[in-house]
Structure formats: C-alpha cells, structure tokens
C-alpha cells in the first residue's frame, strides 16, 4: 500500500471516530513524530562525529607506554 493510500485510509478511519478520540490519535502522531525528528538528529549527530578530524591528532601520537612497562599481569 502506497503512503498516499495509507493517509487516505486513516483519514477515512478518523472521520468516524469523536472528537475526543481523535485528539488522543493527534497526540500519538505528534509523539511519533517527534522521536522520528530525533532519531534523524541523534543520527546526524552521529555521522558528523564519526566523520569529523577534530580528534585525527590522536592517530599520530606516539605510544607512551608498552606492555613492558606493567608492573603487574593480570588474568
């Protein structure tokens, strides 16, 4: 089923529905909405940051310290 048909639907749906109960399915959609809005941001977020050079100093830096240099081994 096409997205146009999906929304022609449930508007049909909502038409026989009272007002109460469609304020109720408004404020469903508005919830999904919005964590659709943030799952896209969290999204960009994260793609900007796995992207960015901002840390790309830390590849060049030496190794300070070896395995050589532990006191202690433990299992």
Do not use: W
């Amino acid at each position: 089923m096409t997205k146009e048909a999906l929304i022609q639907k449930t508007i049909k749906r909502l038409s026989h529905l009272p007002t109460e109960k469609i304020t109720e399915v408004l404020d469903f959609a508005d919830c999904i909405a919005k964590k659709y809005e943030d799952d896209i941001l969290q999204k960009g977020i994260a793609t900007l940051t796995a992207n960015s050079k901002t840390y790309g100093f830390l590849d060049d830096e030496e190794d300070l310290y070896t395995l050589n240099d532990l006191k202690a081994v433990y299992k």
